[in-house]
């Protein structure tokens, strides 16, 4: 039984350590895939910004969801490590018990001659008989309590396997969907970047720089110091991120070389040693929410319920964020962004 036992663990041990292998680099979600048609040819530069907008929120809310699942592959990655660790455990006692009762046994076996009427015939004096007598009692009653442990061995190693199958499962299944996420967002990243490749030089430049912030206030911006009114680590925060900025949106990226929106965010709080979940919409769940008029540099800002994108506010109005693809690390205006849906100050 032991053995057979080791083989299930060992398969089960052997899943563990594939499934962490293959997940660990698969950040897909398992949520349902906003789905846009294929956009026709655009007849002006107008409807070429509104499709490309809308196509560029979509991909951010896939990319997010990507995010958000890669945290839950962590999760059951860690579940599923643990819960092989219980099982190993779990085995050793058994095998403990199961040792501890055969010799046990063996023991009272090699006893049996001294029977209760075996003692009494061969007892010269009441405390010689009552003294085997007694021994004899204590072999019965440590063989129960051993094979009750044993039996309870067997129950916790097999429940102990059974979790860890499931927690592997659960994680392979995962790894299945999130491919087609994968697959998904791809599609939609692609034609983003057909449409784009439409557009003239010039219409390209007019759709990133549509809302940008003039030369002079970006400059303006740089030199400004934050208050000490702000949180705690948001002057170590801003000076990370502002060290990003020109580097390439990259879905999935938390730095150095690229970045997606809460991969900057989380990449610019480490700096303050605040740590922060590579989500969006987690972010929002962390600190303390503050309304926009009470916004202070340093507070994360949050767009879309449940959140898809994040930026750092800085102070004036102004924000520091990974926009989307194609595009780089930049400061733009809070006031030009869709979907405001809030503040949370950490730190």
């Given at each position: 039984m032991a053995s057979t036992r080791t083989t299930r663990l060992?398969?089960?041990?052997?899943?563990?350590?594939?499934?962490?292998?293959?997940?660990?680099?698969?950040?897909?979600?398992?949520?349902?895939?906003?789905?846009?048609q294929t956009p026709a040819?655009?007849?002006?530069?107008?409807?070429?910004?509104?499709?490309?907008?809308?196509?560029?929120?979509?991909?951010?809310?896939?990319?997010?969801?990507?995010?958000?699942?890669?945290?839950e592959i962590v999760k059951d990655q860690k579940a599923a490590s643990a819960a092989t660790a219980k099982a190993a455990d779990a085995q050793a006692a058994l095998r403990k018990a199961q040792h501890?009762?055969?010799?046990s046994v063996a023991a009272r076996y090699k006893a049996a001659s001294f029977s209760r009427t075996a003692a009494m015939l061969a007892s010269d004096s009441g405390d010689s008989y009552l003294q085997t007598v007694q021994t004899l009692n204590l072999l019965a009653e440590r063989q129960d309590a051993l094979a009750q442990a044993a039996s309870a061995a067997s129950e916790a190693s097999a429940a102990a396997e059974a979790t860890?199958?499931?927690?592997?499962?659960?994680?392979?299944?995962k790894r299945a969907e999130i491919s087609k996420q994968q697959t998904a967002l791809n599609a939609q990243v692609t034609k983003y970047k057909e449409l784009l490749a439409a557009l003239t030089t010039a219409e390209r430049q007019a759709y990133y720089?549509?809302?940008?912030?003039?030369?002079?206030?970006?400059?303006?911006v740089l030199s400004t110091d934050v208050p000490a009114s702000a949180s705690k680590g948001a002057a170590a925060a801003i000076a990370a991120a502002?060290?990003?900025?020109?580097?390439?949106?990259?879905?999935?990226?938390?730095g150095p070389d690229s970045f997606d929106c809460s991969g900057l965010t989380a990449w610019a709080w480490a700096a303050a040693g605040v740590s922060l979940p590579h989500n969006a919409a987690a972010q929002q769940g962390m600190g303390t929410a503050?309304?926009?008029?009470?916004?202070?540099?340093?507070?994360?800002?949050?767009?879309?319920?449940?959140?898809?994108?994040?930026?750092?506010?800085?102070?004036?109005?102004?924000?520091?964020?990974?926009?989307?693809?194609?595009?780089?690390?930049k400061i733009s205006a809070l006031a030009s962004m869709p979907d405001y849906s809030g503040g949370t100050r950490v730190g």
């Open positions: 060992s398969r089960t041990v052997i899943g563990a350590a594939v499934v962490a292998g293959v997940l660990v680099a698969a950040p897909m979600s398992a949520q349902a895939i906003p789905h846009l040819s655009p007849s002006t530069s107008a409807e070429a910004n509104a499709k490309l907008a809308a196509l560029a929120i979509s991909n951010e809310k896939l990319a997010e969801q990507a995010n958000a699942t890669q945290i501890l009762l055969a010799a860890a199958r499931e927690a592997v499962s659960a994680a392979i299944a720089n549509a809302n940008a912030v003039p030369a002079a206030t970006v400059a303006a502002k060290e990003q900025l020109g580097k390439p949106y990259v879905y999935g990226a938390a503050v309304s926009q008029s009470e916004l202070q540099p340093g507070d994360l800002v949050f767009f879309g319920s449940p959140a898809y994108h994040v930026a750092l506010y800085l102070g004036g109005g102004m924000i520091i964020q990974a926009p989307t693809s194609g595009d780089v690390v």
